[in-house]
């Protein structure tokens, strides 16, 4: 994925955008009023590239990037709107910050009922997710009828307590008289499959 080709081919003007990335190289605190200013400055359309990216999430993930000192990260997490979220949320696995760092924002994302947050939390930077937290996140994400092919590493990290906490939901669906997503049904099938 090229953010900076997809951005830049979008956005017709692009000095704010290369000015902002420049300060925050220099002057780090910056972030702070660059960052929820982002969406007004370049806009908050959908990119043609990456898809399912907005010019904002790229626009910000960038800015993310030249942060030398990842240590705003929460706190611009902790102040930021849902967009801002979301983008701090896609740009842990470019950043690689301490997993002190990355926990509990993912952990945050993921008690919300925010589909776009539990989607972004459930993403690469998942990884740093322990095996309980995971399984509530993929279960919310079944709950909230999120697309599993969103979920990362789903097949890898897939065990028994998944499988058996997926069956109980689809249980207590048919109970209620309603349907288990398609995919969620298909997860359920590879995991008895394979023993799990």
Known sequence: MNLVTGLRAELADTV???????????????????????GRRCGRWMLKEPPGWSVDDAARVL???????????????RHGDAAEKRAILRALPLL???????TPILEDALRTNDARLVAAALGPAARHLDAAAWRQGVLKAVFM???LDQVADLDERADTELSVMLAGLAEERRAAGRTMPADAEALIQRLQERGQ
């Open 16 to 38: 704010w955008l290369d000015t902002a990335l420049e300060t925050v190289a220099r002057q780090p605190a910056a972030i702070a009023r660059l960052f929820p200013a982002v």
């Open 63 to 77: 800015l993310l990037t030249r942060l030398q000192d990842k240590s705003e990260i929460p706190q611009l997490y």
């Open 96 to 102: 690689e910050p301490e997993a002190d760092t990355v």
């Open 145 to 147: 009828q999120l697309p």
